[in-house]
């Protein structure tokens, strides 16, 4: 075992603190890694207001963040993909158990017995996990990316968690040249469905609620934006989505988005919202369409994403802050007081 | 022009008697019909008692009927594929426009255009149009089907409406072996979908509340009955589904259902059920479930499905029924009292 600066919240109500955690020596297996960025999830902020305390209860003191580029300082004996020095990547697991059907197609993010980067139970050293709010983690290898040395790894940090949450479904569900996209919620996740949707070529739409947003939009790569409060507008593309990423927490009128939705065309939700949504069944006869949701995505398709981002050069919008203004960025966070995502410079804590 | 026997309805309270109607002559594409046999669908009683008004008003006197199968009487003289004699089957849809994107896909349930079999404008006569509680009608070539002659006549009614509703999303969703499908409600269209879901080669279980409906499940090909109101039952198939047809056109707990699914499991509506149904959208992010419609099926999906039937020898379960026992029918199918489908000897017209 060896120490590790970090930040931590002690109770549902605590500001984050600089403290000292334990981090486990890397076993054969093993990679460890200097973290040099860590994003900020909307999760995180949820998960250390233990937001979640029915399905996921937090345990304190908490050290959140699945958004960890970083350079590899160790690794264990057995490794072959990692060597000191590489720049190296994890997002939102480091662990799962590797043999049952969900492991063996490669969708880790669904085997039951998943470990998530924090706030989960750690095997190696009691307790639960620690994530990516300090400055060095230890993860298996199954679960380090690599990430293409072109991105600015700032703004790459993001793509761990908002990058793979969008790609995976917009990859899953076709889009393409020839397709016609909608991406609902302009915040961290949707901001990267506009990047990838233009990347893959598809004819991109952002709904917004906020006509202030649309230079914006159009900036990150959409061709039209549709302003959501307008009837009219809206009506002018009904029935004509193939896709549509819906990236909104909060509960809003689901339907008016499924019936802009041609024949076969789907509608993904990645984000979150806590209540039921009220779905019209009429809306999804009418041209067969379908309304369906999608978690981050395993680890062979999350470094397809990673290495179509080399190649694209894309990357999240991000606003760097010293860790020192995590409790400050939380409470922007909140208020989407932020384009498009933080991202922590973690060299902040070495002055800790 | 020519006179029809027919049934119709002259208001929302009225019960149906004889009457007599207008057909047109056949033109050069038109194929005459003598109706021999019309199933009754739920749909028909939605529209006698005017109870779709905001979307679909009915306009009286009404003649229902949209699955209809009889024996060729007359042929225009463009007409290639039918001649009298033949026996020859209508269901949803007598028209659309031929030219949009999706009739030219396929899919002439979702052209702009179409015209329905009952109380849709009759561009030919004014009006609307006439159904199958009738002894003769005349429908453009494009629209009229080839019955297998092995198949019973009056149990190959019902496949024109319940039989092609409940074999298209099966197909479209990739129900087959090795597939575990499960069907929600045994009325007239879940006793279809178990039917071909058995004959696709899937592993079929069959939902009821009823524990009386066991025994009738296994004989329609279901290898697994579960009773919906046993929670420990229902837990011990939760996440294992590839996909589910429910039939249930009255609200419930759907999401009980969505868990069900395993990953990229997917749940189609068949019912359409008048009131929006909540979906928790945390069970649809889980193993990338999708929740969704689906509306009949096209012409010449519906000739698939009735050639299907011909090779695998399926047709519904009827009780066939005299004409003038519409009304107490009609009764008794919002009762469910019937297994699985009325089906009209349209013979018994003929003493009117």
Not at 31 to 45: A, K, N, W
Not at 46 to 55: C, K, L, M, Y
Not at 85 to 90: E, Q, R, S, T
Not at 258 to 268: A, F, V, W
């Amino acid at each position: 075992m060896y120490k590790a600066k970090a930040y931590a919240a002690s109770s549902a109500t605590s500001p984050f603190a600089s403290t000292t955690i334990q981090r486990r020596d890397p076993a054969e297996h093993d990679v460890q890694i200097e973290i040099l960025f860590c994003g900020i999830c909307r999760s995180d902020v949820h998960q250390a207001r233990n937001e979640w305390a029915n399905v996921m209860p937090t345990v304190y003191p908490c050290v959140l963040g699945h958004e960890i580029v970083g350079r590899v300082t160790r690794v264990g004996s057995a490794v072959t993909k990692f060597k000191p020095g590489d720049l190296a990547a994890v997002g939102c697991l480091v662990d799962s158990d590797g043999t049952c059907p969900e492991c063996k197609a490669g969708f880790e993010q669904f085997c039951p017995n998943w470990v998530g980067t924090y706030n989960f139970p750690d095997k190696h050293l009691g307790g639960v996990t620690f994530g990516g709010y300090s400055d060095s983690i230890v993860v298996t290898e199954r679960f380090v990316l690599r990430v293409p040395s072109n991105l600015n790894l700032a703004a790459a940090a993001p793509l761990l968690c908002a990058g793979i949450t969008t790609y995976s479904p917009m990859r899953h569900w076709g889009v393409g040249k020839g397709k016609k996209v909608g991406v609902v919620g302009l915040g961290g996740l949707g901001h990267m469905g506009v990047k990838f949707a233009h990347a893959l070529g598809a004819h991109v739409v952002v709904f917004t609620s906020s006509p202030g947003k649309k230079g914006d939009a159009l900036c990150l790569g959409a061709d039209e934006v549709v302003i959501s409060k307008d009837a009219n507008e809206m009506n002018k593309h009904a029935g004509s989505f193939d896709f549509i990423l819906d990236a909104v927490a909060a509960s809003h009128d689901i339907n008016a988005y499924i019936n802009m939705l041609g024949r076969d065309g789907n509608l993904t939700m990645v984000g979150a919202p806590p209540e039921p949504l009220p779905v019209g069944v009429f809306g999804l006869l009418i041209r067969r369409r379908s309304f369906s949701g999608s978690l981050i995505g395993g680890i062979a398709e999350t470094q397809e994403m990673l290495d179509f981002c080399g190649k694209h050069n894309i990357t999240a919008d991000v606003e760097v802050i010293p860790i020192q203004k995590l409790n400050e960025a939380y409470d922007r966070l909140v208020k989407s007081d932020v384009k498009y995502r933080f991202s922590i410079d973690m060299a902040s804590l070495k002055s800790e």
